[in-house]
């Protein structure tokens, strides 16, 4: 008998912020005896997101953008025996050997229509302002697998919501969000479980 068909697939949880979309993936597979989460790394101390985390009681780490580009060891260590990172509100850009190790396996959210509004610069409130600015009639979120170019890797999902020209940013930012709470988890668990490739 293949014992590794009895292995939970193990997923990291990689934030910077408040921490809602963590929180919806660990509540998501909470009950699922097929997912676990073992760790919430943050690359803020102050996040939210940990607060969150320990609440569900997931353990958690804090790894610097300094540590995340000068100690490859202790980041391999923190996410030793894990099968996906999930990107969920994280901001430092992915380091390369991070990347070459989980080939296809780091998932990331960007909330626009990729590959509009991505790349340096465009996060949070950041992407609502410009696409709030360019009169665009959609937004909507993207996930997609990271490659060493920032929000250039493969798409894996897109979803998008109609914009009212009355529509201001903050009003972009929360119908993103909805999408995001809608979505995420269930794309995530597609890829993980293989209905995805």
Not at 19 to 41: A, H, K, L, M, S
Not at 71 to 78: A, G, Q
Request: charged share 25%; glycine share 6%.
């Amino acid at each position: 008998m293949d014992t590794d068909i009895m292995k939970p697939i193990r997923l990291a949880i990689f934030v910077t912020g408040g921490g809602t979309n963590c929180e919806n993936i660990i509540r998501y597979f909470q009950n699922d005896p097929d997912v676990v989460i073992p760790i919430v790394v943050s690359s803020r101390e102050d996040a939210y997101a940990l607060v969150r985390a320990k609440r569900l009681g997931v353990p958690t780490a804090v790894i610097t953008r300094q540590q995340l580009n000068e100690d490859s060891e202790l980041v391999l260590r923190t996410v030793h025996g894990c099968d996906y990172i999930i990107l969920a509100g994280f901001l430092p850009k992915v380091p390369v050997y991070l990347i070459e190790r989980y080939p296809n396996r780091i998932i990331n959210i960007h909330p626009a229509l990729l590959p509009k509004f991505g790349g340096k610069g465009m996060w949070g409130h950041h992407v609502h302002e410009a696409v709030h600015a360019a009169h665009e009639k959609r937004s909507g979120i993207t996930i997609h697998f990271v490659n060493p170019e920032l929000d250039e890797g493969e798409h894996i999902a897109q979803f998008s919501v109609a914009l009212d020209p009355a529509d201001t940013p903050d009003d972009i930012a929360d119908k993103v969000h909805e999408l995001e709470m809608k979505h995420f988890p269930s794309v995530i668990e597609q890829v993980i479980k293989k209905k995805i490739q």
